[in-house]
């Protein structure tokens, strides 16, 4: 009888215990749907679940195909909301703020809804590849601040990001037209678009600005996470002459800055000019003892980032409003870190320039339109 006892109450602990450590199984990895599996690297180990939230305001980014770390705008966005984080006291995780890394355009969407379930306060769409998903979120979710750099969505939950890139791609313009030797400069641009072509656009007029005789050369790559593509249409344009090429391509400029610094590896003597977008790209162009990055048009991302987040923390969210940052507010400015390469002449040059464009003497063009006007009054 005893022994019957025992074998029941035995039996009884051993189906316990199975279905405890069913339930621990299911607790690391039911919670992942294939929505969260979508190729963000936090996951939802470092997310977590929205009800472990503790009620402060968070906030999270979802970034292009260049991932966070492109040494470009998305990484420049995800500094800012780090520096957000810091400031505020928040730390990296689902209470405070977070991003998902995309890997390509399909994840746009599901990365966005996966951060809007974890119930951030806050949510931004890093590029204009980005416009599509945002806006169906927006729609899906309007009790979710949503926030778009570089392109404009027209939902009133929806803060849409812009920058005049065309004033400071004007300005590195007139530091290539300065720089060359040859009097062949480069753009590499990532996909043909509006945007990209505000680049093209300013770079051109302030190169002709300077000297109308020089030639400008520009191709696209087709994509802003192609660095072999970027490399080849370096290598071409460095062999026929250029010797300075602004890229606005995203991490496919980081082959702009590979062949620079292989042409300068194997030749020290030869004078070949990246200018980085973005951010300060000076650390890209190092190369032993030289530098190849001749300065960077520097886009405050961060900046911008920072702003709408401690407007949306204080209850100031600009929802269904364009918020523009340019060279008036200190978000769109031009690196002077290679101060052997940047030289004084070169500085004193472009701080003309710019005083000539934010007291309104000179109207930037922004689009090849505008821009065939600006060079016939030249």
């Not at 180990?45 to 472990?52: A, M």
Request: with cysteine; proline share 2%; hydrophobic share 35%.
């Amino acid at each position: 009888m005893k022994q019957r006892r025992f074998l029941l109450v035995f039996a009884l602990l051993l189906a316990v215990g199975m279905i405890l450590g069913a339930c621990g199984s299911s607790e690391e990895t039911g919670g992942e749907n294939n929505e969260e599996k979508n190729n963000s690297e936090e996951g939802s180990n470092n997310e977590g679940n929205s009800e472990e939230g503790n009620g402060d305001f968070t906030v999270a980014m979802v970034t292009d195909v260049g991932g966070v770390d492109d040494k470009s705008f998305n990484q420049s966005a995800w500094e800012g909301l780090q520096a957000f984080g810091k400031e505020n006291g928040l730390e990296k995780g689902p209470n405070g703020y977070n991003y998902a890394q995309s890997e390509s355009d399909a994840d746009y969407l599901p990365n966005i809804t996966r951060l809007v379930k974890k119930d951030y306060n806050l949510i931004y769409g890093i590029g204009y590849l980005l416009n599509d998903a945002i806006s169906q979120a927006s729609e899906r979710f309007p009790e979710t601040n949503f926030a778009i750099v570089d392109s404009v969505v027209d939902q009133s939950n929806v803060a849409s990001i812009t920058f005049k890139e065309h004033q400071g791609s004007f300005l590195v313009g007139v530091a290539a037209a300065m720089k060359t030797e040859s009097n062949k400069v480069g753009f590499v641009g990532g996909v043909e678009g509006d945007l990209i072509k505000k680049f093209e656009s300013g770079f051109r007029a302030g190169v002709k600005s300077v000297n109308p005789d020089i030639t400008v050369d520009v191709k696209y790559a087709g994509g802003f996470a192609n660095a072999d593509k970027g490399k080849v249409i370096a290598n071409t344009m460095y062999k026929s002459g250029i010797d300075v090429i602004y890229h606005a391509s995203g991490a496919t400029g980081n082959g702009v800055f590979s062949e620079a610094k292989d042409i300068k590896n194997s030749n020290p003597d030869r004078q070949v000019w990246v200018i980085g977008v973005d951010r300060d790209q000076y650390a890209e162009g190092q190369i032993g003892d030289h530098n190849v990055t001749l300065t960077s048009m520097v886009k405050r991302v961060d900046v911008a980032v920072q702003d709408i987040s401690t407007k949306a923390m204080n209850g100031n969210f600009p929802g269904g409003e364009i918020v523009k940052y340019g060279l008036d507010d200190d978000a769109i400015s031009v690196a002077p870190t290679n101060k052997e390469a940047y030289t004084d002449e070169i500085k004193q040059k472009v701080e003309e320039w710019k005083k000539k464009i934010v007291d309104g003497e000179v109207e930037v063009p922004s689009t090849r339109e505008e821009l065939q006007s600006y060079l016939d009054s030249l």
